[in-house]
C-alpha cells in the first residue's frame, strides 16, 4: 500500500512539475530562446572577429617587414611609400609602427627637419600610446641638438628627466649634450651628473656621462 502511495505523489509530482514547465514556456519560452540566439551570435561573432584581427595581424606585419627590408636595401623611398600606405590603411599597432619607422628613415635620409616634425606629430597625437610618444620626443630631441638651440631641446624633453621616468637617461644625456653644445658647461656639467649619481643609469650611458664630464673637467669652463 505504501509503494501505491509513493508511485501516486510520484505521479502528481511529474505531472505538477510539467504542468510548471509548461506554463513556464508559455510565459518566458522565447526570452529563453532570445538569449539562446544571443548566445550563439556572440560567439559566431567573437570567433569571427579574433579570425579577422590574426589574419590582418598578419597582413600588416608582412607588409611591415617588407618595408623594413626596402629600407634594409637602400630602396628608402619605396620604403617610405610602403610605410605612408601602411600609416593609412593598417590596423592596430602597425600604422603608428610605421610612422616612427618614416621618420627615422627621413633621418637617416638626411632630412632633419622632416624627421623632426614626423617624430613631433607623433609625439602630440594622444590616441598612441604614452610611451611611445615619449620615445618620439626623444627622438625629436637628440635630432635638434644639431641644428636647434639648448631651449628647444628642453622644451621636447626636460618633462622626461624626472627621477622614476622610465626615459629619465636619455632625456638627461640629450639635455647635457644640448647644453654641451651650446657652450654652457655648467648646465652640462649638472646634466651629465645627475645620470653618474643615478644608480639605476645603465652601463653604457654612464660611460658616455662620465667621458662628458672629463672633458668640461678639463676645458675648466665650470666648476
Do not use: C
Not at 95 to 101: E, G, I, K
Not at 211 to 217: C, E, K, R, W
Amino acid at each position: 500500500m505504501a509503494h501505491e502511495n509513493d508511485s501516486f505523489i510520484r505521479e502528481v509530482n511529474e505531472e505538477l512539475r510539467s504542468e510548471q514547465l509548461h506554463t513556464a514556456w508559455r510565459r518566458f519560452g522565447r526570452i529563453f530562446i532570445g538569449i539562446a540566439v544571443l548566445i550563439v551570435l556572440g560567439t559566431a561573432g567573437y570567433r569571427g572577429y579574433e579570425y579577422w584581427h590574426n589574419r590582418n595581424a598578419s597582413i600588416y606585419g608582412d607588409k611591415f617587414l617588407a618595408a623594413l627590408n626596402l629600407a634594409k636595401d637602400g630602396k628608402t623611398d619605396q620604403a617610405l611609400s610602403a610605410l605612408e600606405a601602411l600609416e593609412k590603411d593598417g590596423s592596430g599597432a602597425y600604422p603608428v609602427l610605421a610612422r616612427m619607422r618614416a621618420a627615422t628613415l627621413l633621418a637617416q635620409k638626411g632630412d632633419a627637419a622632416g624627421a623632426i616634425a614626423a617624430f613631433r606629430q607623433v609625439s602630440k597625437d594622444t590616441s598612441v600610446p604614452e610611451i611611445v610618444r615619449d620615445v618620439a620626443k626623444m627622438r625629436a630631441a637628440f635630432l635638434l641638438i644639431d641644428t636647434a638651440p639648448y631651449d628647444q631641446v628642453s622644451a621636447e624633453v626636460e618633462a622626461l628627466s624626472t627621477p622614476g621616468h622610465a626615459l629619465r637617461q636619455s632625456a638627461r644625456e640629450a639635455l647635457g649634450l644640448a647644453a654641451y653644445k651650446a657652450g654652457d658647461m655648467v648646465k652640462a656639467k649638472q646634466w651629465f651628473q645627475q645620470i653618474i649619481d643615478d644608480a639605476q643609469a645603465p652601463r653604457n650611458v654612464a660611460n658616455r656621462a662620465q667621458i662628458m664630464l672629463d672633458n668640461i673637467a678639463a676645458s675648466g669652463k665650470a666648476p
